[in-house]
Structures are given as structure tokens and as C-alpha cells.
């Protein structure tokens, strides 16, 4: 079984902190995503990662960075949280090299609020 | 137009029902088409993954995919109290993929 694991279930953040956010997959997926997902606004892409050391900008970019060092690790990186940036994210892995069109396999989610 | 339209409901029946739910996909090229559970609080789960069109089962799962149409289906068979959830349908072709916002399922005892 693919499994996708996220460091935190739950987190409560300060306005204007910088908040880290990991994700591990164990099935040696090439793909790894970040998505955030808001209530009427379905999943919205952040970033993607198709290799280590690879990044491209997903549909709502600003406000993120993210980081691949390893394989199995993606992390999500809020620079200066923001309240509009309380939400529900999830992380994903694909298999497929220079293919992204693979079906995907998500993590338990981090509900994030921003005080 | 979105990519992916699908009914966000609430959809309510009772426990036995034949469920039906839907998407419609505006590129004729897509080709892999997917359903996910998402229960409240956790994140999606894949439930099926079909290419091309057709018909494809599991269990009490069918999903259906009309290409001519460009129409997708997951039908559930005696429905139960455990599919209560949010389904989302998905799509992809290439190097884009796109999700449908999901549609709340309610199936009462």
C-alpha cells in the first residue's frame, strides 16, 4: 500500500510566522504535490515537485515555497502566515517519470489556522 | 468553462440505495479518469482508475466513463452508512490534472 504521511494533523500558527509543513511517501514516487483545500474551492495546486531538487509553480504560488532535498520528502514552506492561509492541506505522490498524468495518492491533510 | 464540473449536492439517500454520481469534462482529450473518498478531516483516498472509455468494478463501485459524452459515473450498489463522504472525480491527460470540488454523500441508516 502507497502511504503518504504528513507531520502534522493539526496546527495553529501566529500571523507573520514561518511554518514548515513535511510530507514523506514510502513508494518511491518521482511526483510529489502540495495542494490546498478550501470549502466551495475544491483542491487547488501549490507546487509540484517532478524530481529532487525540481520545483514548478502550481495554480496559487504566492505566499509558498517548498523544498526537495530527498526523494521521499517534500516539504511546504509558508514564509509569513497569513489568516487567508488558514485552510486544509494535502500532499500527494505519482509515479512516472516526466509523466504527472498518474493517478495520485494523498496524505491525511494538515488543518492549518492562522491566528 | 472548468476543466472538470460536478454537482457538489448534498446528495441524501437511504441506507440500500443505488447511488449515482457525476462529472462532465470539457477536453475530449483526457484519458485517465479517477474517483476519490474523501471522509470529513482526512484527506482523499483513490477508489478507482480507469483509461479510456468503459466500465470498470469493484465491489459494490462501478465507474463509467463516456467519452463521446465526456460524462463520468461512479455508481454504488447497496449503499451504506460507511459511504458517507465527499467523492471527488479527477481527470488528467499529459502533464495537467485536474480534480472535480466533490460531491457530499449522505446515506442515512
Known amino acids: 500500500d502507497v502511504k503518504v504521511t504528513q507531520s502534522s494533523r493539526y496546527l495553529v500558527k501566529r500571523t507573520g510566522e514561518k511554518v514548515f509543513l513535511e510530507c514523506v511517501q514510502d513508494?518511491?514516487?518521482?511526483?510529489m504535490f502540495w495542494y490546498r483545500q478550501d470549502p466551495g474551492l475544491g483542491l487547488r495546486l501549490i507546487y509540484f515537485?517532478?524530481?529532487?531538487?525540481?520545483?514548478e509553480k502550481g495554480d496559487i504560488p504566492e505566499g509558498y515555497s517548498v523544498s526537495r532535498e530527498k526523494k521521499e520528502r517534500f516539504s511546504l514552506i509558508l514564509e509569513s502566515a497569513s489568516t487567508n492561509q488558514t485552510s486544509m492541506y494535502l500532499c500527494?505522490?505519482?509515479?512516472?517519470?516526466?509523466?504527472?498524468?498518474?493517478?495520485?495518492?494523498f496524505g491525511p491533510g494538515t488543518r492549518l489556522t492562522v491566528t | 468553462q472548468k476543466e472538470v464540473e460536478q454537482d457538489p449536492g448534498p446528495l441524501s439517500v437511504p441506507e440500500g440505495a443505488i447511488v449515482s454520481l457525476n462529472c462532465t469534462y470539457s477536453?475530449?482529450?483526457?484519458?485517465?479518469f479517477m474517483w476519490y473518498r474523501q471522509y470529513s478531516r482526512k484527506g482523499p483516498e483513490l477508489l478507482m482508475y480507469?483509461?479510456?472509455?468503459g466500465n470498470k468494478e469493484d465491489g459494490r463501485f462501478t465507474a463509467q466513463v463516456d467519452k463521446s459524452s465526456k460524462y463520468i459515473s461512479l455508481f454504488i450498489r447497496d449503499s451504506q452508512p460507511s459511504d458517507s463522504a465527499t467523492y471527488l472525480c479527477?481527470?488528467?491527460?499529459?502533464?495537467?490534472?485536474?480534480f472535480g470540488t466533490g460531491t457530499s454523500l449522505t446515506v442515512i441508516p
Open positions: 500527494a505522490s505519482s509515479s512516472g517519470t516526466g509523466f504527472l498524468g498518474a493517478e495520485q495518492y
Open positions: 513508494m518511491d514516487h518521482e511526483n
Open positions: 515537485s517532478y524530481d529532487v531538487k525540481m520545483k
Open positions: 477536453n475530449s482529450a483526457f484519458q485517465y
Open positions: 480507469t483509461y479510456s472509455s
Open positions: 479527477a481527470t488528467s491527460h499529459g502533464n495537467q490534472f485536474y
